[in-house]
């Protein structure tokens, strides 16, 4: 019987599935922050999210953010909380900022 201890070594993060779907985008820049450990005990839940993609050219910020849940799709059923900046390069050199994300009311002291 394998322990969860053991299912835990072998499990693949779910930031890393978030990078591996993102890269997807073909991304000038994709910066993720794993901000779960100030959020919740053991589990990763909490993101912040930065991708910078051609991809982007031309739509709302609306649709990028669909374009980003949709390819995330089954990543997103493990996350509680997600800050995501989607910018295309131009709108990044004009710009270059990072959102902070808002305070968790769940959040419980560690």
Known sequence: MITREIKRCFATSVESLLR???LGLQ???LHIQNESA????????HFNVLVVAD????????????LVYEL???ELKKV??????????EEWN???TKVESP????????
């Open 80 to 89: 509680h909380a997600l800050t995501l900046t989607c910018k295309t390069p």
């Open 94 to 96: 004009s710009s270059a």
């Open 38 to 45: 100030s959020h919740s005990r053991g589990s990763e839940s």
């Open 55 to 66: 991809r982007f050219t031309g739509l709302s910020r609306l649709q990028k953010h669909q």
């Open 20 to 22: 591996t779907k993102l």
């Open 72 to 74: 995330l799709a089954e």
């Open 103 to 110: 305070g968790c009311i769940g959040k419980q002291p560690l």
């Open 27 to 29: 991304p000038a820049h």
